[in-house]
């Protein structure tokens, strides 16, 4: 019943698992970042549509999809300084009680690797949420 052979044999598995583990840890918590990140542009695409779809003229509506966005970035603390809002797209949508108008916004954003990952990671990822809206009949024009 001798055990001098087994000797030492946890601290070699652990040496090699533990590193394993670490890593898909890390994996896993980079993964959710970028899933965040990617519902905080979705956030910011549908907020840039409903501030549209309130605007009265399209101009408006721009810069009302542009400044929603860049609110949600800066309440959410994602450095996306360089968003881009595409222009505003209308559009409509047949119901049985008539025709609706639509508006639908388009954000991107560029974030750093270093940012969703563990500082030090090169790089950088483009999202892109888009998201439409209803325009509602009685807001008015100018």
Partial sequence: MSRGTDRGSV??????????VVLFVMIAVVAGRIQ????????????????????????????????????V???????CSDAETAPVEYG??????????????TVSCKVALDYLSFGGVPGSRTMT????SVIDRYRGTD
């Avoid at 601290?11 to 394993?20: F, G």
């Avoid at 970035?73 to 450095?79: E, K, L, M, T």
């Fill in 11 to 20: 601290a070699v598995e652990a040496a090699l698992i533990i590193p394993a």
């Fill in 92 to 105: 409509t949508i047949d119901t049985p009680t008539g025709q609706l108008t639509t508006v639908s916004v």
């Fill in 129 to 132: 949420g888009r998201f439409t």
């Fill in 36 to 71: 965040t990140t990617g519902g905080v542009v979705d956030a910011a695409a549908r907020s840039g549509a409903r501030a549209a779809s309130l605007a009265r003229s399209p101009e408006g509506a721009r810069q009302a999809a542009q400044d929603a966005a860049q609110e």
């Fill in 73 to 79: 970035f800066r309440d959410q603390r994602v450095p």
